[in-house]
């Protein structure tokens, strides 16, 4: 039978007064299909109630909680809803004229369990519009599995409630909720919306203005812990998600997703939390870094892996000295920085093993010793990467990386060029052609100018930090063992 109410819109409202008044009487308009406008008032300290109790309209269905976020007052509309479809607005944003009717008529169209409409981005004042996507299969129907797969492959996920347009039954049969939060629950729910792998539609008709508030709470200073704290819990809800084995056909879809909110994390994480302490300890106890290892489909996906980990599992690693800026390379002593690193690579410290003990493991656990040197240079040029803007700690690697190669061909500096060794070795890795320098009066000159050199080019880029380090360290590998 069908049912009675063809559209329930749901929409939560908070301190709304100047918005809410005109987005209800415009849904109210249309006369052509039958509808339940419901209203969360959650827990407003402005006029919103009282706007909201001026309007007569048997169709609009007000209800009232104490302030329990955005999710609570959507979660409370869903379970008294009665529609046979369901859409979800925000009190602040425009609408067309047809709006309803328009989305109506062509999700009976496409016979779909949830169509994906387009929208409009824009500024406070309702202007400089830009599409919300511009690369979903238009016109098309996918089953949701296919839609997660083309979502991660395009870089484009359109997680927006408003864009959707959704099948009560499809709702009910998979049991859907929001997770009750502050943020970013929205991601959660269109995963899920899509793993239950119905039948979607996309319908490129722009019916929906998004207006960027620079008043709203996600752009307070005191509102970025909580979005990072959010996004962690996306990411590890993606990852157990991926883990299913009904979902295995998108598993590796999911775990590259969760990467890039991974990467969203990050920037709140380094740039605009103030608990950072809090944030890296709820990270690294609910997400592995294991986990995000299969959503690795490119170079750049490691180094932000291998940044992450730095930043997030392996917090020794701030053990090290401050990064050295630009502006103190040219006024530092050069050869005691690399007399430094140099000691430091050979003799470990606390927390940093030595060259020496390096090779003396491997020939105590025996084995190919040549698969562990290469894996053993690949791993240290993918750090020295993921850490190319701090030159003590990349020249310590690279020097532990060259004494490796010295200890297992069984070749090391002695004699009169001991006190020369550390120079020696930074023009072996960095400039072999520079090599018969430093016994020249003008060495440490040209040395300097080696290493200015070297940090300027260094920092332009990690994968040229990368190469670098790795095609030299291959060639001296096989100069050490053609001895």
Request: hydrophobic share 40%.
């Amino acid at each position: 039978m069908k049912p009675e109410i063809d559209v329930s819109v749901i929409i939560p409202a908070f301190n709304a007064q100047a918005t809410i008044g005109h987005l209800v009487h415009k849904l109210l308009s249309e006369q052509m299909l039958s509808m339940e406008v419901i209203v969360v008032d959650d827990g407003s300290t402005d006029e919103t109630w009282t706007i909201l109790s001026a309007i007569t309209d048997e169709r609009l269905m007000l209800i009232h909680q104490e302030n329990q976020g955005v999710y609570a007052a959507r979660n409370a509309a869903l379970a008294i809803h009665g529609g046979e479809w369901v859409v979800f607005l925000d009190a602040d944003d425009r609408i067309t004229a047809d709006f309803l009717q328009g989305r109506l008529r062509m999700a009976r169209e496409s016979q779909a369990d949830v169509t994906v409409f387009n929208g409009w981005r824009a500024d406070s004042t309702g202007y400089q519009r830009s599409p919300v996507h511009h690369k979903q299969p238009y016109n098309q129907s996918l089953t949701g599995q296919q839609w997660i797969r083309h979502c991660v492959k395009q870089r484009e996920w359109p997680h927006y409630l408003w864009l959707q347009f959704t099948r009560s039954a499809y709702i009910r049969e998979h049991n859907l909720r929001f997770q009750e939060g502050k943020s970013h629950k929205d991601i959660l729910w269109t995963i899920h919306l899509a793993a239950g792998n119905g039948r979607f539609y996309f319908a490129d008709r722009k019916d929906y203005t998004y207006i960027s508030n620079p008043e709203s709470i996600t752009h307070r200073q005191d509102y970025y812990d909580i979005r990072a704290a959010s996004y962690i819990d996306v990411i590890a809800d993606i990852l157990a998600l991926s883990a299913q084995q009904q979902h295995c056909a998108t598993r590796r879809a999911l775990v590259r997703h969760a990467l890039v909110e991974s990467r969203h994390f990050l920037g709140l994480y380094r740039r605009k939390v103030s608990n950072q302490q809090v944030l890296c300890i709820r990270f690294r106890t609910r997400i592995a870094c294991r986990q995000l290892l299969p959503g690795i489909s490119c170079l750049s996906d490691i180094f932000f892996l291998l940044k992450l980990a730095r930043n997030i599992y392996l917090p020794s690693v701030r053990g090290f000295p401050q990064p050295l800026r630009r502006g103190d390379v040219n006024g530092m002593d050069i050869a005691t920085l690399l007399t430094r690193s140099w000691q430091t690579a050979t003799t470990g410290d606390g927390t940093f093993r030595s060259a020496r003990d390096i090779v003396e493991r491997w020939y105590d656990k025996g084995g190919e010793l040549d698969r562990r040197a290469r894996r053993f240079i690949r791993l240290e040029c993918l750090w020295i990467a993921a850490h190319y803007r701090d030159t003590e700690a990349v020249l310590t690697r690279q020097f532990r990386l060259l004494a490796v190669l010295l200890y297992m061909g069984g070749y090391f500096l002695k004699g009169d060029t001991a006190d020369r060794l550390p120079e020696r070795c930074f023009i072996l890795l960095n400039a072999p052609e520079l090599s018969a320098l430093p016994t020249s009066d003008i060495a440490h000159d040209i040395l300097v100018a080696c290493c200015r050199d070297l940090f300027r080019h260094r920092r332009s880029s990690p994968v040229w930090c990368y190469r670098h380090t790795r095609c030299l360290s291959e060639h001296l590998y096989q100069l050490m063992m053609n001895r």
